[in-house]
């Protein structure tokens, strides 16, 4: 089991800061318990909660992965404390607007508010580019595993589509912009397509029961990364026990088609989002897209897994025949494994 000193080893300020939000989760869950307040329609510290757990998860995976780094490691590490550095000052707002009993997003209300608002948004887009700048180094490495390696690659790119999501919900509603033209609003901007923020939502992640969220895209996109990462590694476990993930070509094939899958399901949330309709009542445009991608999805398993099946068997047969030369002639090509 992993020591506390070797996971720091991987990237110091990107582990400190996901334990500094491993803290503001726990405090933001006796928040919950005991603070009763509501902002925007959800409790006060169900935001503090929520962004707590994804920047843990994402920093604790962004730092593994910088960890890896066999190339340009010391540019990695400064784009690492970029995103750190920003994931501390965008908690440090949002937990400033809880405790001063107002909205940390889309907040024009004062300004104070607004000056809040606008650091955010920079500091997201330096986490943005930070993000993008790591994507890049990253498919500069190679891991001793193809699968791997492009799992990590898949994963960071994924991830940057769902922080690209962000800004479509800074575009004020129609009804904003009515409002802005008939004397100003306080609020500019909304998660929620078709429909107020503050209804009716999913318990905890409050993903809009009426109308689109397109919350839901941005936090599939985000976590595709970790997504992606555990895939590899699932196969890995199994490639022992299944003979035909002992070939790396069929791992890797079985990672490209998940990874276009999960890219394909992202984009699909945020076009189900955009047209006003909520991820919990899908009309039948969405369940056909839903099955098409199903369907291809399947598909590029079927053809991921029996393109190499017969050599897959030829190895189960030699794997346990330690004299076995096996010799196969395709266009005067003969390998032997």
Not at 102 to 116: E, I, K, Q, V, W
Not at 174 to 180: D, I, K, T, V, Y
Not at 260 to 285: E, K
């Amino acid at each position: 089991m992993l020591s506390l000193r070797e996971v720091r080893s991987w990237h110091r300020p990107l582990v400190d800061t996901a334990l500094l939000c491993i803290v503001l989760l726990l405090v933001s869950l006796v928040g919950l318990v005991l603070d009763q307040r509501l902002i925007n329609g959800d409790p006060a510290w169900a935001k503090p909660a929520k962004f707590a757990m994804s920047i843990t998860v994402y920093n604790l995976t962004l730092a593994w992965l910088l960890s890896l780094a066999h190339r340009w490691r010391r540019l990695g590490w400064w784009m690492g404390t970029v995103v750190a550095a920003v994931t501390v000052a965008e908690m440090a707002v949002i937990i400033t607007q809880v405790v001063r009993g107002t909205m940390s997003h889309f907040n024009y209300g004062t300004p104070f508010d607004l000056a809040l608002y606008a650091f955010m948004g920079t500091m997201i887009s330096g986490l943005w580019v930070a993000t993008f700048v790591i994507a890049v180094l990253l498919m500069r490495q190679r891991l001793r595993d193809r699968a791997t390696t492009w799992a990590v690659r898949f994963g960071v790119w994924i991830a940057l589509l769902g922080m690209a999501v962000g800004p479509l919900m800074s575009v004020p509603t129609s009804a904003q912009r009515e409002a802005l033209v008939e004397g100003g609003t306080d609020v500019l901007g909304a998660h929620t397509v078709g429909s107020a923020d503050g209804g009716p939502g999913l318990p905890f992640v409050g993903w809009s029961t009426l109308g689109g969220d397109l919350r839901v895209g941005h936090f599939v996109g985000m976590h595709g990364l970790q997504v992606m990462i555990l895939l590899a590694l699932v196969l890995v476990l199994l490639a022992p026990r299944v003979p035909r993930l002992r070939d790396g070509g069929v791992r890797l094939r079985v990672v490209c088609v998940f990874g276009l899958a999960h890219t394909g399901l992202t984009l699909l949330t945020v076009w189900q989002a955009l047209r006003g309709q909520s991820v919990i009542d899908p009309d039948t445009l969405t369940l056909a897209a839903l099955g098409v991608l199903a369907a291809g999805t399947a598909l590029g398993l079927v053809w991921a897994l029996r393109v190499s099946s017969r050599k897959s068997e030829e190895e189960e047969v030699c794997g346990s025949n330690s004299t076995c030369t096996t010799s196969t002639t395709r266009a005067g090509v003969s390998t032997r494994p």
